[in-house]
């Protein structure tokens, strides 16, 4: 079987039906003038996927049917409309062509024109990871950015994160102002691990020091720090290891490792990651001046991408803004945009009502303690054809 495929400005568009089905050859009709660079990264995937395709570009100003002609045995062929140029697919449509064809949105596949019954045989082995989902939209992974900084294999390493995390999770209406302060205190720490941080005129930070102590304790009691004390207005903490002192100076690490854990340890998804730096314009020569973002998490359920923001207190309203501009550029029409929060005061935040208007879901820290937190994240980006409604 061969697929036809109306290139799309969207890269998920271009490779959803490679990636699920295996086809003896992929066919492109591009139109002239469409993103060279976008048109470069699918080459460079399909090359590396070892896909046999070619690429047939036309005129849409002066469309010339003629280009068909070579696809004379039909039952060969399936053609793919999805996100193409909507001339050109309303071109190719008008030209009666007896070919199986097809459509998908909201992560299910409609049949237009199924004339030989044609049934998906959806292949889980062929699935997307991160790094090809975002060189497909033309950008790159900075992979010595970011601040993943442990290693799964290290079960010592991971057992330790995980102690804290659940200090956290014991915790979490104090965590956000604890993770404060130890972030003011992890930078300014000397050749013994002893850290200080000094408060004696400051009323604010007192209170939150005085809210901290308990979380503080918990710590001792797991061997993260070796000593905890208040003296003449500063607070000193000795840290057991110089890790956790690095791990301290983002406030909102633990939370993400926490996400990240679940979602990799429940076997669910093909691909996760945390801390994906991203440059924009994907050269191979960097520049000050390439833009670049962070995304907190990434998942990916077969092809669907999940991009994921965590957030230790309230939520505001361009967060959500961004997480949904970042899955919409690098994911496509498919992606899941999420905020983690591990807040659990949702009824007073009006940008959390108005989250399901802007595509984007919300979960807090009842969800994260719920055993079922990546279960929820799984569903939300299931595949499906729908076998009875057809365009």
């Known amino acids: 079987m061969k697929l036809i495929k109306v290139f799309s400005d969207n890269n998920i568009d271009n490779v959803f039906f490679t990636i699920l089905n295996k086809f003896d050859e992929v066919i492109y009709i591009i139109d002239n003038n469409a993103n060279k660079i976008k048109i470069n990264s699918l080459k460079k995937f399909l090359n590396n996927r070892k896909t046999i395709f070619q690429f047939v570009f036309i005129d849409i100003e002066n469309f010339d049917s003629s280009i068909f002609d070579k696809f004379i045995n039909y039952s060969n062929f399936i053609i793919d409309y999805s996100g193409g ?22 992560k299910k596949i409609f049949s237009i024109n199924n004339i030989n019954n044609y049934l998906w045989n959806f292949d889980k082995t062929f699935m997307i990871n991160t790094d090809e989902l975002i060189k497909l939209s033309g950008a790159s992974i900075e992979k010595h950015l970011g601040h993943k900084d442990f ?12 102690k804290i995390i659940n200090i956290m999770h014991k915790n979490y209406d104090s965590w956000s102002t604890f993770a404060e302060v130890a972030s003011k205190l992890s930078n ?11 408060f004696k005129n400051d009323n604010l930070l007192s209170n939150k020091i005085h809210k901290s102590k308990k979380i503080f304790t918990d710590l001792q ?8 004390k208040e003296f003449n207005g500063s607070l000193f903490v000795k840290f057991s290891e110089k890790k956790y002192i690095d791990r301290f100076v983002i406030n909102g690490k633990y939370l993400e490792y926490d996400v990240y854990l679940q979602l990799l340890e429940s076997n669910l998804f093909n691909s996760v990651d945390m801390s994906v730096v991203i ?3 994907g050269d191979d020569i960097e520049t000050i001046t390439d833009p670049t973002c962070e995304i907190d998490v990434i998942a990916i359920n077969k092809i669907v991408p999940i991009f994921i923001s965590c957030k230790l207190s309230k939520v505001e309203q361009n967060a959500v803004h961004q997480i949904r501009l970042l899955a919409n550029k690098f994911g496509g029409k498919l992606a899941q945009a999420i905020v983690v929060s591990l807040n659990d005061n949702d009824k007073t935040n009006t940008t959390i009502h108005k989250m399901k208007g802007l595509d984007t879901h919300y979960f807090n820290y ?7 937190f990546a279960k929820k994240i799984y569903e939300l980006s299931n595949i499906e054809e729908d076998k009875n409604e057809k365009l």
Do not use: A, M, R
């Open 85 to 106: 140029n909507p001339v050109l697919n309303l071109k190719i449509s008008h030209l009666n062509l007896s070919l199986n064809s097809f459509y998908y949105t909201n």
């Open 151 to 162: 290693n799964y294999n290290d079960t010592e390493d991971v057992n330790s994160i995980k």
């Open 188 to 198: 300014n720490v000397n050749e013994n691990l002893l850290c200080e941080l000094y």
């Open 221 to 228: 009691k797991v061997n993260v720090i070796e000593s905890y």
């Open 279 to 281: 440059d924009w314009n």
């Open 366 to 372: 009842k969800d994260l303690v719920s055993g079922q």
